[in-house]
Nanobody, 123 residues
Framework: VQLQASGGGLVQTGGSLRLSCVVSGLSFGDIAVGWFRQTPGKGREAVSCLSMYDGSTYFADNVKGRFTVSSDNAMNTVYLSMTDLKPEDTAVYYC?????????????????WGQGTQVTVSS
């Protein structure tokens, strides 16, 4: 099983980025994919989750209205589209997969993790 996250970078406040997470080795239609972020000295924070099984989604309150999550099932890829980025969104973003279909915001429920991609939002 592999998860490959990409798409991070440096943007100015108010800018946009789209992160990608390519999943291999799992039955894509049955899993959930979560996005988490982490900054030095802080724990891992849940950002968003998408269930491939039934389309359920989760968004943290501080990203609602700014972030969306989508998938390309043919490419086994989940996207996190981030708009109106703020300096407090700066973090390493990770994607993770729960083969059971829904772990929501609980990081402990995810079995597989990607390597992380850095997002830096300058003020």
């Amino acid at each position: 099983v592999q998860l490959q996250a990409s798409g991070g970078g440096l943007v100015q406040t108010g800018g946009s980025l789209r992160l990608s997470c390519v999943v291999s080795g799992l039955s894509f239609g049955d899993i959930a994919v979560g996005w988490f972020r982490q900054t030095p000295g802080k724990g891992r924070e849940a950002v968003s989750c998408l269930s491939m099984y039934d389309g359920s989604t989760y968004f943290a309150d501080n990203v609602k209205g700014r972030f969306t999550v989508s998938s390309d099932n043919a490419m086994n890829t989940v996207y996190l589209s981030m708009t109106d980025l703020k300096p407090e969104d700066t973090a390493v973003y990770y994607c993770a997969s729960d083969p059971s279909g829904w772990a929501g915001s609980n990081a402990g429920g995810y079995d597989y993790w990607g390597q992380g991609t850095q997002v830096t939002v300058s003020s």
